[in-house]
């Protein structure tokens, strides 16, 4: 994580995958941050009001501005479960539509 514009202190104390976590020291102007991974509109982000996140230059993520002061930011990956759980379905739908026309020939 890196400030785009104005003074800034960024202390990234976590970083794994769909998680970072940063320190964010910033002057009396504020700073947007960018990020160096790409960005999703699933990441989010918690810890300072207001925050909003979007697509930087070369598609990775900015944290559009930060209001002066000492932050602790928290970005996290957070999809919805649905996706997940279509996906399971699908599977035992082919299972079944496999299944029991081989139990009506028996």
Do not use: C
């Not at 940063?22 to 300072?48: M, Q």
């Amino acid at each position: 994580i890196e400030p785009l514009e104005g003074n800034a202190a960024v202390d990234v104390t976590e970083y794994e995958t769909g998680r970072i976590s940063a320190n964010v020291t910033t002057d009396d102007n504020g700073t947007s941050l960018l990020a160096k991974v790409a960005y999703h509109p699933f990441w989010k982000a918690e810890g300072i009001d207001g925050v909003e996140l979007g697509s930087g230059r070369s598609g990775l993520m900015q944290v559009k501005w930060i209001p002066p002061g000492n932050h602790k930011l928290k970005l996290e990956f957070a999809p919805p479960g649905w996706p997940g759980l279509i996906s399971i379905i699908g599977w035992l739908v082919l299972v079944l539509a496999a299944v029991l026309p081989l139990k009506r020939l028996s």
